[in-house]
């Protein structure tokens, strides 16, 4: 069972903006690789949207690239991620979860609730 809680999702308009937020105790100092996905209604496959390595190093998905920030904080163990100029094809069902695929960092490779981002006029 997924033990990340994702957050801070909501409404907004086209080219507003969101900051979605991941607790994930201990991802820090565990070393553990975090990465973003999202799903789209009616889409059965997640994507991939960004992704942030242990000595942090972020990569993004083209479709977000420029727009999404991913960022964390080590202290308290939380994962972010900066949505601006936000489209509505960006509508979707966004979860976070451990890209490493051991030890610790098992608890959060599961997939949790995810937390719903609407982008709409």
């Known amino acids: 069972q997924a033990q990340q809680v994702e957050s801070g999702g909501g409404s907004v308009q086209p080219g507003g903006s969101l900051r979605l937020s991941c607790a994930a105790p201990g991802f820090a100092s565990n070393n553990c690789e975090m990465a973003w996905y999202r799903q789209s209604a009616g889409q059965q496959q997640r994507e991939w949207v960004s992704?942030?390595?242990?000595?942090?190093?972020?990569t993004y998905a083209d479709s977000v690239k420029g727009r999404f920030t991913m960022t964390r904080d080590t202290l308290n163990d939380m994962v972010y991620l900066q949505m601006d100029s936000l489209k509505p094809e960006d509508t979707a069902l966004y979860f976070c979860k451990s890209a490493t695929i051991s030890g610790f960092c098992l608890r959060y490779y599961d997939w949790g609730q995810g937390t719903q981002v609407t982008v709409s006029s």
């Open positions: 992704s942030i390595r242990p000595g942090g190093r972020t």
